[in-house]
């Protein structure tokens, strides 16, 4: 994973080990969006790790702010913006 249990619990400001199970799910559904988002594996994703990590983040916030409503074509959107630098045209 590109970003750390530690590192999203202290971005999404969590003090205990109550979500962690949660945040440990959503954390991979971010990093998998945003590889599919940026049509790149995860050893190119690697590669460009500021962008990779801010977009990660911003996915995971997104997901756990959002749990009950989350809207999917807003976030891919938003997603594409920042990832506009390393996404390829295709697969």
């Known amino acids: 994973m590109i ?3 530690p590192k999203a619990k202290e ?4 003090d205990t080990d109550a979500e962690v ?6 954390l991979r559904a971010a990093e998998s969006l945003c ?3 940026a049509r790149i594996d995860e050893t190119e994703f690697k590669e ?6 801010t977009a ?11 749990r009950d409503e989350v809207d999917h074509k807003a976030l891919t959107l938003t ?4 990832l ?3 996404r390829k045209e295709g697969f």
């Open 35 to 37: 590889m599919d988002v």
């Open 56 to 66: 990660v983040l911003y996915a995971l916030a997104y997901f756990y702010e959002h």
């Open 79 to 82: 997603l594409r913006a920042l």
């Open 21 to 26: 199970d949660i945040v440990r799910k959503l």
């Open 48 to 53: 460009h790790r500021a962008i990779a990590k």
């Open 3 to 5: 970003v750390t249990l």
């Open 84 to 86: 506009m630098g390393i």
């Open 11 to 14: 971005y999404l400001r969590i």
